[in-house]
């Protein structure tokens, strides 16, 4: 064989080792609780965190959410309502997202799936989404961010605790905090700690996050007892429902470069309680291929 070849071969297999490698990346940080995450599905009567553990979906109904990988939804051309039902047959169910859940098995034991496994999952879901609308380029493909993640966490820490309160002081409810007894949903949206207090968040202490350009959204209509691979719709399918195609909240989903999650159970001892996603967003924003009428 010809030593181009080999070149050829290395680079290939360096490629591929690259891309599997990313995927096993963790992005939200050790410290974000997940124990009720990963246990109420199964106490709710759930099977497992993938899609067909899910005990109120049907196989007719999951049958009926398929997508064919070809047509391309159009909002200019529906109204609302007839874009949310063919974007999402129902506030679970994604259309086509049974298949690529599949397709790739993201989740190594479906009773138990890692945080690294779960954002990644998080990251096909999107782009998933994004297909759905012809928006299959390579740069309208969304990407994880540390700091999105790492972001969102503090958000919600600075939020529901008062973990950050004595060190930084602020004005009550605003979005820098401190937060405990505001109304602000969005409450924590620009906290950020200092290097030395963000180190134990990373694994590669040399990373550090600073204030940038971006979008948040909170949102509440997911329970604590969703199995994983659709706790994330619920909240993008309400939106979607609620704000159509073009509405602030929607708009990242489609249209942002980098995101980060994070999810608060907000009553543990609740096997139905609301499990809030705080959404980060940042990188370049793509302009949409679809004009509002």
Same mark, same amino acid.
């Given at each position: 064989?010809?030593?181009?070849?080999?070149?050829?071969?290395?680079?290939?297999?360096?490629? =591929?080792?690259?891309?599997?490698? +990313?995927?096993?990346?963790?992005?939200?940080?050790? !410290?974000?609780?997940?124990?009720?995450?990963?246990?109420?599905?199964?106490?709710?009567?759930?099977?497992?965190?993938?899609?067909? %553990?899910?005990?109120? =979906?049907?196989?007719?109904?999951?049958?009926?959410?398929?997508?064919?990988?070809?047509?391309?939804?159009?909002?200019?051309?529906?109204?609302?309502?007839?874009? *949310?039902?063919?974007?999402?047959?129902?506030?679970?169910?994604?259309?086509?997202?049974?298949?690529?859940?599949? &397709?790739? +098995?993201?989740? !190594?034991?479906?009773?138990?799936?890692?945080?690294?496994?779960?954002?990644?999952?998080? &990251?096909?879901? =999107? +782009?998933?989404?994004?297909?759905?609308?012809?928006?299959?380029?390579? @740069?309208?493909?969304?990407?994880?961010?540390?700091?999105?993640?790492? &972001?969102?966490?503090?958000?919600?820490?600075?939020?529901?605790?008062?973990?950050?309160? !004595?060190?930084?002081?602020?004005?009550?409810?605003?979005?820098?905090?401190?937060?405990?007894?505001?109304?602000?949903?969005?409450?924590?949206?620009?906290?950020?700690?200092?290097?030395?207090?963000?180190?134990?968040?990373?694994?590669?202490?040399?990373?550090?996050?600073?204030?940038?350009?971006?979008?948040?959204?909170? *949102?509440?209509?997911?329970?604590?007892? =969703?199995?994983? %691979?659709?706790?994330? %719709?619920?909240?993008?399918?309400?939106?979607?429902?609620?704000?159509?195609?073009?509405?602030?909240?929607?708009?990242?989903? *489609?249209?942002?470069?980098?995101?980060?999650?994070?999810?608060? @159970?907000?009553?543990?001892?609740?096997? +139905?309680?609301?499990?809030?996603? &705080?959404?980060?967003?940042?990188?370049?924003?793509?302009?949409?291929?679809?004009?509002?009428?």
């Amino acid at each position: 064989m010809s030593q181009k070849f080999f070149i050829f071969f290395a680079i290939f297999v360096l490629n =591929i080792s690259m891309l599997y490698a +990313n995927d096993t990346v963790q992005y939200t940080p050790e !410290q974000a609780y997940w124990k009720s995450f990963q246990s109420k599905p199964l106490a709710a009567g759930n099977t497992g965190h993938d899609p067909d %553990s899910v005990k109120w =979906i049907t196989k007719a109904q999951w049958e009926a959410s398929k997508w064919d990988g070809k047509t391309i939804y159009d909002p200019t051309k529906m109204t609302k309502a007839q874009f *949310f039902a063919a974007i999402c047959p129902s506030a679970d169910r994604v259309r086509g997202i049974r298949e690529v859940f599949y &397709r790739h +098995n993201p989740f !190594q034991d479906n009773q138990n799936p890692t945080k690294a496994e779960v954002d990644e999952w998080h &990251r096909i879901a =999107i +782009n998933h989404v994004r297909a759905l609308v012809g928006y299959s380029s390579p @740069d309208r493909q969304v990407q994880k961010d540390q700091c999105m993640f790492k &972001r969102a966490l503090w958000g919600d820490e600075r939020k529901f605790t008062t973990k950050w309160d !004595q060190k930084y002081p602020g004005k009550l409810g605003s979005a820098f905090g401190p937060c405990q007894g505001s109304k602000n949903a969005h409450c924590g949206a620009s906290f950020i700690p200092d290097a030395e207090d963000q180190a134990p968040y990373f694994s590669d202490a040399n990373l550090v996050c600073k204030a940038q350009a971006g979008a948040e959204g909170v *949102f509440s209509a997911a329970k604590s007892n =969703i199995p994983w %691979s659709l706790k994330w %719709s619920r909240a993008f399918c309400n939106t979607l429902a609620a704000e159509g195609f073009w509405g602030g909240h929607t708009g990242p989903f *489609f249209h942002r470069e980098k995101f980060g999650f994070s999810f608060w @159970d907000n009553n543990i001892s609740n096997n +139905n309680s609301t499990a809030v996603l &705080r959404a980060k967003w940042t990188g370049k924003l793509m302009p949409s291929l679809y004009p509002k009428p």
